[in-house]
């Protein structure tokens, strides 16, 4: 076993549903406990322990956790909302709180990662193919039909399909107009990691979504990908 106990926050996620099946077996731990700033969700049964949380932006956000760590002598931690990321990072504590690990991305990544216009600027940097992406409230679309989405969010919260701006010239510079890219049915997700000597993997969803959480997801290969 790497680790007795780990802590996975924002528990009420399929990531975490994922997370705990895979865990055990795997012989990465002994014990999987959640917390979560709500209860109502299936997954929360299957834990070895649940606890509640307050929200990621409360003020005792932290000291609540670090009561949750020391009660249930957690070894890691594995912050999973876009939230709680958020406030991981800026706090410092993506590496270590209270003395345990925290197993997460790094700071570039998270800050790159959780803000779609610059997850776009640093697939342009880096000469990859990417859809067209201006700030609203500041710059006018390229083209509409578009789409509009909040600049930070999870999923497909929020997103819709502009054919008229001026029914949406209210919206501030927390969105973004972006590229509509067809057809409806090619949503994909892409996932890739690299370890620390090298080694990389690479894995491909067609994904059917709803509400912004995926529905139906295949795996597929796409040597582009992968090359």
């Known amino acids: 076993m790497i680790f007795d106990t780990i802590l996975l926050t924002g528990c009420s996620s399929n990531i975490a549903a ?32 649940f606890e509640i949380m307050p929200r990621a932006e409360e003020p005792d956000y932290f000291d609540r956790l670090v009561e949750i760590l020391r009660r249930h002598d957690v070894d890691a931690v ?3 909302s876009d939230m709680e990321l958020r406030q991981f990072l800026r706090g410092g504590f993506l590496d270590r709180i209270d003395g345990r690990r925290v197993i997460a991305p790094n700071a570039l990544s998270v800050r790159v990662g959780l803000d779609k216009l610059e997850t776009n600027r640093m697939l342009v940097r880096h000469g990859l193919l ?20 909040p600049r930070f969010g999870r999923g497909g919260q929020g997103v819709v399909v502009v054919h008229d701006v001026e029914r949406y010239s209210d919206v501030g510079e927390d969105h973004i107009w972006q590229e509509l890219v067809l057809p409806e049915n090619e949503e994909y997700t892409c996932c890739v990691y ?13 994904r059917a979504m709803e509400e912004g959480i995926t529905s139906v997801a295949e795996v597929v290969e796409i040597q582009a990908v992968r090359s």
């Open 130 to 149: 990417a859809p067209w992406t201006r700030i609203a409230g500041r710059q006018a679309p390229l083209e509409l039909p578009c789409i509009l989405k």
């Open 78 to 80: 594995v912050p999973l």
């Open 18 to 49: 994922s997370i705990s099946q895979i865990a055990r077996p795997e012989g990465v731990t002994r014990h999987v406990i959640g917390c979560d700033c709500r209860d109502d969700h299936a997954f929360a049964r299957s834990l070895d322990c």
């Open 194 to 206: 690299v370890a620390a000597d090298g080694e990389h993997r690479s894995i491909a969803f067609r």
